[in-house]
């Protein structure tokens, strides 16, 4: 007789805990943070090593490319459904230290909408001048000013609060009635 089965229970972020996991699921955890993290980390190296530009080259792809995604499904099927549960209690728990409080000041407010939209000033300004006129500025400058504007971009969500947020959210959720056909 077939009987369903309770769904996975996953564990809560306050009560996780490495030991509480089994060793199938730590090495699985452990062979995706390999994968994702110190693998790409050794083209630090690349540069370093005397070795020719070609073979620089293809052993920076394995690394950025190939290498993490072979270990990310070896991982993520030794870790499992279990490992998944942990991972999702993890991060739930990092949020909720890092989340934007819901209601923030109107002044407060009002700066993280005028970050966010200034954010996007740097692209279009540099994107317009470099078309109009050769600029005097050099590429790392102008990548500089391109990743602060990025930054600026992700912590004006953080100044602005939750109900910017969420705001932002129902500019993508329709309202009922407006499902398109």
């Not at 052993?59 to 993520?76: C, D, R």
């Not at 790392?140 to 990025?150: E, M, R, S, T």
Request: with cysteine; glycine share 8%; net charge positive.
């Amino acid at each position: 007789m077939f009987r369903p089965q309770e769904p996975f229970a996953h564990p809560d972020a306050a009560q996780w805990s490495w030991s509480s996991i089994s060793w199938r699921c730590r090495l699985g955890l452990l062979i995706i943070v390999f994968g994702d993290v110190i693998l790409p980390a050794f083209c630090l190296v690349l540069p370093f090593l005397d070795l020719p530009a070609a073979v620089k080259a293809g052993l920076a792809t394995v690394l950025l490319v190939g290498g993490p995604e072979v270990f990310m499904i070896l991982g993520v099927a030794l870790a499992g459904k279990e490992g998944y549960a942990a991972f999702k209690a993890l991060l739930h728990s990092i949020w909720k230290r890092i989340r934007p409080p819901q209601r923030v000041s109107p002044a407060r407010y009002r700066l993280g909408v005028v970050i966010f939209i200034a954010s996007g000033l740097p692209m279009w300004v540099l994107a317009y001048l470099r078309a109009l006129a050769p600029l005097a500025l050099d590429n790392q400058v102008v990548l500089g000013i391109l990743v602060a504007a990025d930054m600026a971009f992700v912590v004006s969500f953080f100044i602005a609060g939750g109900e910017f947020w969420d705001k932002l959210k129902g500019l993508f959720t329709p309202e009922p009635g407006e499902q398109g056909t």
